[in-house]
């Protein structure tokens, strides 16, 4: 099976363009790359800033033959491949901040957003559409307010020649990979060492629960493990993470 790529200028989500052909049957390795979104969607219902040629905004059709609950891994091996692809493009290390957001010297520059379809009879996924979105150039006007402290792009004002083709060429080779072999959690030795959190203090917060401690590392089930401050050890599998700033 191959991977066919679509090519579109402006879309609303390229996910939410991909889940419409996946419900039509499009097979899986159907691939989406936009121009720009107009309603791009981030984790949590946040939007995601997609400006006209500004970056990447790519969305992959899978169908995999795993149990629902496999999907974290997706995304999981999504970073790693990220990673591993925009260090190999820019020559500088990017890392992953836990659970799966990319960052280059200190700011966001990835998001990735898996969308599941799961087949209640069987309780297997039916589909995955796999987002990733990449800020390539700082948009002219800079980010917006609300994300200008975190976000940042592989490059301020111009960028190399064939940049996005590079870059997603690298990254679905790189994803493709771990896909094939994802049970096998090949991606996960990587994911550990690219985690950007290990080492630092860090405040965790889970509905209306925070805690305060530092991270030890990251666990085979990619569970977040941190020594809280009052000594005990604790791994978290979902919530959100601040780093405290000295
Ligand atoms: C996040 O950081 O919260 C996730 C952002 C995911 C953005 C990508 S861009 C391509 C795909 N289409 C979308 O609407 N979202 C994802």
């Not at 496999?70 to 692809?85: F, K, M, P, R, Y």
Request: charged fraction near 25%.
């Amino acid at each position: 099976e191959g991977i066919e790529i679509d090519l579109r200028g402006e879309v609303t989500s390229t996910n939410t363009v991909l889940k419409e052909l996946a419900e039509q049957g499009r097979p899986e390795g159907l691939v989406l790359i936009a121009q720009s979104q107009v309603k791009g969607k981030g984790r949590l219902g946040r939007s995601f800033y997609s400006p006209q040629g500004q970056g990447l905004y790519m969305s992959i059709l899978l169908r995999p033959e795993l149990p629902a609950e496999d999907s974290l891994a997706i995304t999981t091996a999504a970073a790693v491949a990220v990673a591993e692809a925009v260090s190999r493009v820019t020559g500088r290390q990017a890392m992953i901040k836990w659970v799966n957001d990319v960052y280059l010297e200190g700011r966001k520059i990835c998001g990735i957003l898996t969308e599941a379809a799961i087949d209640f009879e069987n309780g297997k996924l039916n589909y995955a559409v796999l987002g990733i979105g990449v800020n390539i150039l700082e948009p002219p006007g800079g980010f917006p307010p609300e994300i200008s402290e975190t976000a940042g792009a592989l490059y301020r004002e111009e960028a190399p020649a064939d940049t996005r083709t590079r870059l997603a060429a690298e990254i679905l080779n790189r994803f493709f990979g771990f896909y094939r072999a994802l049970p096998e959690h090949s991606y996960m030795d990587a994911y550990k060492k690219l985690s950007l959190l290990t080492g630092l203090e860090i405040t965790f917060q889970q509905g209306q629960e925070t805690w305060e401690g530092t991270v030890l590392g990251i666990d085979n089930e990619a569970r977040l493990v941190v020594r809280l401050d009052s000594g005990e050890e604790k791994a978290f599998s979902a919530g959100e993470v601040a780093i405290v700033k000295k």
